[in-house]
């Protein structure tokens, strides 16, 4: 089942963060990733949200499970506290 997941972080360090950000890229279709969003808030620049649609749950943890330690050591956000909420995409 397709989903739409929103993770949003402030993060201790917002230009190391965005900085890993560019470094890990996007994840894309072989990943089961399309259609990823990434922005911060207008008004509250130091607040993220990342977003995008994933062919299942299963596929978005394959992904943050390959990378989330390495991306976390370099964007300094290994104690942060990601909010993050999945969505099941009506069809």
Known sequence: MAIFVTIVIRPPDP???????REFGWPGEADGAWD???GKREG??????????????E???????RIGGAFNA???TEDAEWQTL???IIE
Not at 44 to 57: E, M, Q, R, T
Not at 59 to 65: E, F, G, K, L
């Open 15 to 21: 230009e190391r963060f965005e900085a890993a950000i």
């Open 36 to 38: 990823q969003f990434f």
């Open 44 to 57: 509250d620049p130091s607040l993220y949200v990342i977003a995008g649609k994933w062919d299942s749950h």
């Open 59 to 65: 596929a978005m943890h394959r992904y943050t499970d």
């Open 74 to 76: 370099r964007a300094g």
């Open 86 to 88: 999945t969505w099941e």
